[in-house]
């Protein structure tokens, strides 16, 4: 099963889950041939689907968030560590084997040493992972299967509560997923920097994950996904050996002490057969230290592959790529994006003052491709705090999702000098919901509506027109960016 080739004319949650649909059924389909022990690949080829089937799963999760509930998310989450640590392991042995050649016969009885370690955990991490296949995948699937296959949609009856098209969240999200990968990137200064280099392709398999269900919809996009493999290859190297040479250094401690014992039994009156000689030829260390060593080399080419193609400005025209393809898709002509108007006002109309207020705090991140807010709400029962998306200068729909308290303290201070603070009163008005903003810093009140397409016409409201002064829809100034401070 593939997802359809009309994903970006569907609602979004439709679409998501039809994309889990077509990795769950690879998944299940790879997880049969696991039972033929003639079929070489079928062990690397789950991995792969499991590993694709958790991220679709975590790109889309606001829309799959009433499909799979916490123990469900938790149990997949676990299949993919126990994929990922299998694969981890593989790629390692193959590097490793492939290092026998260049050692020296002083540094082959190292490297023998720790393919030999490295096999065994291979190995129980193999049995691991096909032991929950066998007992756990098939409950799991069927469970996935009934969650992601059916799900009600209430008919809506207000007009500016439009649904949401799969064509207005993947343009919204590929332009902030591309936005992301920029940030990771610039965090990568040198080829010792595993920990950033891992983040980075963490966020480059997201966005390429994004891109694949509608390559065969979007021009450009088949060049993008191929430009992200390249950087997501690059990037693992740089992860992948800055993580074993930390291991090899545990292992050259644990080697070290393991020689020296083996020196003193050499040395211990009445040994049989022992000599210091035959440690020594035995001693791991040295290869240990050559196989660390490879690894800083490793290490250092990865960093000249990507520092001329993705460091310093250089990947500018592929992250202008990736904007003009989010702009595309927001802009398919399926999505109808919610338009909003906005008016300045002389003061808080009485009709409006005597309905419910509320209290508001907004924050705006530092960015320029993406604009993203964070606003605490407080409530009487606890408090919660979101967190809206949005690239910038776009008219696509924002993506909102609830931010947990600990982030969100983490993260408010870097909104300082970007904030604003508002009374906002709630107005419904013919189907559509007037907002009345009174700005608590200053002499301010506006008043905004959404209404689902620019061919829509708006009536404004008896009570609202003699507050009115003008109309400034679409002025710079008077956006929630350029008012916080």
Same mark, same amino acid.
């Given at each position: 099963?593939?997802?359809?080739?009309?994903?970006?004319?569907?609602?979004?949650d439709?679409?998501?889950?039809?994309?889990?649909?077509?990795?769950l059924?690879?998944?299940?389909?790879?997880?049969?041939?696991?039972?033929?022990?003639?079929?070489?690949m079928?062990l690397h080829?789950f991995?792969v &689907?499991?590993?694709?089937l958790?991220?679709?799963?975590?790109?889309?999760?606001t829309?799959?968030?009433?499909?799979l509930?916490?123990?469900?998310r938790?149990?997949?989450?676990?299949?993919?560590?126990?994929?990922?640590?299998?694969?981890?392991?593989?790629?390692?042995?193959?590097w490793?084997?492939?290092?026998?050649?260049?050692?020296s016969?002083?540094?082959q009885?190292?490297?023998g040493?720790?393919l030999?370690?490295s096999?065994?955990q291979?190995?129980?991490?193999d049995r691991?992972?096909?032991?929950?296949?066998?007992?756990?995948?098939?409950?799991?699937?069927?469970r996935l299967?009934?969650?992601?296959?059916?799900y009600?949609?209430?008919?809506?009856?207000?007009?500016?509560?439009?649904?949401l098209?799969?064509?207005?969240?993947?343009?919204?999200?590929?332009r902030r997923f591309?936005?992301?990968?920029?940030?990771r990137l610039?965090?990568?200064?040198?080829?010792?920097?595993a920990?950033?280099?891992?983040?980075?392709?963490?966020?480059?398999?997201?966005?390429?994950y994004?891109?694949?269900?509608?390559?065969d919809?979007?021009?450009?996009?088949?060049?993008?996904?191929?430009?992200l493999?390249?950087?997501e290859?690059?990037?693992?190297?740089?992860?992948?050996?800055?993580t074993?040479?930390?291991?090899?250094g545990?292992?050259l401690?644990?080697a070290g002490?393991e020689?020296?014992?083996?020196?003193?039994?050499?040395?211990?009156?009445?040994a049989?057969?022992?000599?210091e000689?035959?440690?020594?030829?035995g001693?791991?260390r040295?290869?240990?230290?050559?196989?660390?060593?490879?690894l800083?080399?490793?290490?250092?080419?990865?960093?000249?592959?990507?520092?001329?193609?993705?460091?310093?400005?250089?990947?500018?025209?592929?992250?202008?790529?990736?904007?003009?393809?989010?702009?595309?898709v927001?802009?398919?002509p399926?999505?109808?994006?919610?338009?909003?108007?906005?008016?300045?006002?002389?003061?808080?109309?009485a009709?409006?003052?005597?309905? &419910?207020?509320?209290e508001?705090e907004?924050?705006?991140?530092?960015?320029?491709?993406?604009?993203?807010?964070?606003?605490?709400?407080?409530?009487?029962?606890?408090?919660?705090?979101?967190?809206?998306a949005?690239?910038?200068a776009?008219?696509?729909?924002?993506?909102?999702?609830?931010?947990?308290?600990a982030?969100?303290e983490e993260?408010w201070?870097?909104t300082a000098?970007r904030?604003?603070?508002?009374?906002?009163?709630?107005?419904?008005?013919?189907?559509l919901?007037w907002?009345?903003?009174?700005?608590?810093d200053?002499?301010?009140?506006?008043a905004?509506?959404?209404?689902?397409?620019?061919d829509?016409?708006v009536?404004?409201?008896?009570?609202?027109?003699?507050?009115?002064?003008?109309?400034?829809?679409?002025?710079?100034?008077?956006i929630?960016?350029a008012?916080?401070r």
């Open positions: 099963m593939s997802p359809p080739d009309y994903l970006l004319d569907l609602p979004a439709e679409a998501a889950r039809l994309i889990a649909l077509a990795l059924e690879r998944s299940a389909v790879v997880a049969r041939r696991l039972a033929e022990p003639t079929d070489a079928a080829d991995r &689907a499991v590993r694709r958790q991220y679709g799963v975590k790109v889309f999760r829309e799959l968030a009433g499909a509930p916490r123990r469900l938790r149990r997949l989450r676990r299949l993919a560590r126990l994929t990922e640590n299998s694969r981890d392991l593989e790629v390692r042995l193959a490793e084997r492939a290092q026998r050649p260049a050692l016969e002083r540094e009885p190292g490297l040493w720790h030999e370690r096999e065994e291979r190995s129980r991490a691991r992972l096909r032991r929950f296949v066998t007992r756990r995948f098939e409950k799991l699937e069927r299967l009934r969650r992601l296959q059916a009600r949609r209430s008919i809506e009856r207000d007009p500016s509560r439009h649904r098209e799969a064509a207005a969240v993947l343009g919204a999200r590929i591309g936005g992301n990968l920029e940030t610039a965090t990568v200064r040198n080829s010792s920097d920990l950033p280099a891992h983040q980075a392709r963490l966020a480059a398999t997201r966005l390429r994004l891109l694949e269900p509608i390559r919809e979007v021009r450009g996009t088949e060049a993008l996904i191929g430009k493999r390249e950087l290859d690059v990037l693992a190297v740089i992860h992948e050996s800055g074993l040479r930390a291991e090899l545990r292992e401690r644990r002490r020689h020296g014992r083996r020196l003193q039994t050499a040395a211990w009156p009445g049989a057969g022992a000599s000689a035959d440690s020594e030829a001693d791991p040295p290869g240990l230290l050559a196989l660390m060593r490879r800083e080399e490793r290490e250092a080419a990865a960093f000249v592959r990507l520092r001329p193609d993705w460091l310093s400005g250089a990947a500018i025209e592929f992250f202008d790529a990736v904007t003009a393809v989010g702009k595309t927001a802009h398919h399926a999505c109808v994006a919610e338009i909003e108007r906005r008016f300045l006002l002389r003061g808080v109309p009709t409006a003052a005597a309905f &419910a207020v509320l508001l907004q924050g705006w991140l530092p960015g320029t491709r993406v604009v993203e807010r964070i606003r605490p709400l407080h409530r009487a029962d606890f408090p919660t705090t979101y967190r809206t949005k690239p910038a776009a008219e696509a729909a924002p993506e909102h999702a609830e931010l947990d308290q982030l969100f993260m201070p870097l000098g904030r604003i603070a508002k009374r906002r009163h709630v107005v419904s008005d013919y189907g919901q907002g009345i903003d009174q700005y608590l200053r002499d301010l009140v506006l905004d509506v959404g209404i689902p397409g620019r829509v016409s009536v404004l409201p008896e009570w609202l027109q003699p507050y009115i002064i003008r109309e400034v829809t679409g002025e710079g100034s008077y929630g960016r008012l916080a």
